[in-house]
């Protein structure tokens, strides 16, 4: 098949991590005739640098034009002023909000080799094989923001808003995640405190009905924050609200042994989706060549899958990361000694 990827590499460890995506799936199309032809754009503190603005028109434009986007990380020291009027995690946000991206859907499994590699005791770690669902456009991300100054002092404020169909269709996508799975849905949210929650309550209870060969459980957000470290093997898929699924993931991530090692992919209603290692931008490690490639690698196997529908070949690539981490081929933050280069090469070859 032929199909058209756009890069955005981004900053600190992004171009790194996505030179190896993309020599992994050039290889893949390689081996299975397809043309993927790769397009290369600017997003985040790059893009204020040389374009003045996080994320430009065209670069929108190349996006919604294209099959599927594959991004590395945003954001970075150089333009961490937090009195700037222009940050590159704005560039990210448009990108989902513009592409209407609703849903990130990120995958936690831990591969066995790696159990020494996470701080968790093995049996808290026994089992794990969950997906967390973040709402990925509203909620306190996207709702109305403003400073005043007021008699008492200044003022931030952040609101946390939803519309119940913002909630129903990315509960649903969740509902039919689990059908695939182990049929199991946590809605988390913070029910006892915040009327979005409780209309996030209502809305799945309202999906769950259409869905009864699928379990529905509400869960508290900070006691779901307990179980993943207590008892993660109890989850399957699970739903939530922007932030609450950015603060989870980070933490579900250390059940996989490293933030290296996640992939996502944030999709909406059509085939086209946004593909990212939910790591940052790292730069601590930027340019050094270690970085842990496995995140982005693993959601260009998602592009594949969801985007370019080639669930073999992304069945493939999956494999042949497996068979890299049990040969011990890893970077440092899994305790090997390994660069990002030589990950991709080795991931190349098992394919
Ligand atoms: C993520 C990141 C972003 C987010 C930042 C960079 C804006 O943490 O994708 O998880 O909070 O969504
Ligand atoms: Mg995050």
């Keep these: 098949m032929k199909a058209n990827i756009v ?19 050039e290889e893949v199309a390689r081996r299975g005739a397809h043309q993927f032809v790769f397009a290369e754009h600017m997003i985040g503190g790059v893009a204020i640098d040389k374009l003045g603005t996080p994320l430009s028109d065209a670069t929108v434009q190349a996006c919604k034009d294209a099959d599927a986007v594959l991004l590395g990380a945003v954001g970075g020291p150089k333009w961490d002023d937090p009195n700037a009027k222009i940050r590159p995690e704005q560039g990210l946000l448009r990108l989902r909000k ?20 996470s701080p968790l005791k093995p049996e808290r770690l026994a089992d794990v094989d969950l997906v967390v669902v973040r709402e ?59 009327d ?28 779901c924050a307990m179980r993943l470290i207590t008892n993660a093997a109890e989850f399957d898929v699970i739903v939530t609200e922007n932030m609450f699924g950015d603060i989870l993931t980070d933490e579900a991530s250390v059940l996989a042994g490293s933030l290296g090692m996640l992939p996502s992919a944030s999709l909406g209603s059509s085939k086209l989706g946004v593909y990212e290692p939910i790591h940052g931008s790292a730069p601590d490690i930027a340019g050094k060549g270690v970085a842990n490639p496995i995140g982005a690698i693993s959601s260009a196997a998602m592009l594949l899958r969801h985007s370019l529908r080639l669930s073999a070949e992304a069945d493939a690539l999956e494999r042949a990361v497996d068979s890299v981490i049990e040969r011990g081929l890893v970077t440092g933050d899994l305790g090997g000694k390994a660069t990002t280069v030589e990950v991709g090469r080795a991931v190349c070859e098992s394919l």
């Design 98 to 117: 513009d592409l209407e991206l609703f849903a990130n859907v990120r995958p936690v499994r831990l591969h066995p080799a790696l159990v020494d590699a």
């Design 136 to 194: 990925l456009t509203g909620g306190l991300y996207f709702g109305e923001r403003r400073r005043e100054k007021t008699e008492r002092g200044e003022r931030a404020i952040d609101t946390l808003a939803y519309y119940d169909y913002e909630v129903r269709r990315v509960v649903e996508l969740a509902f039919r995640l689990a059908a695939t799975r182990k049929r199991k849905v946590t809605s988390v949210d913070k029910a006892n405190v915040l």
């Design 7 to 25: 890069c955005l590499p981004g900053d600190g460890i992004g171009p790194e991590v996505i030179a190896e995506a993309r020599r992994v799936l």
């Design 196 to 223: 979005s929650s409780r209309l996030w309550r209502q809305v799945a209870a309202e999906v769950a009905k259409d869905h009864p060969d699928v379990t529905l459980t509400h869960h508290l957000v900070d006691s």
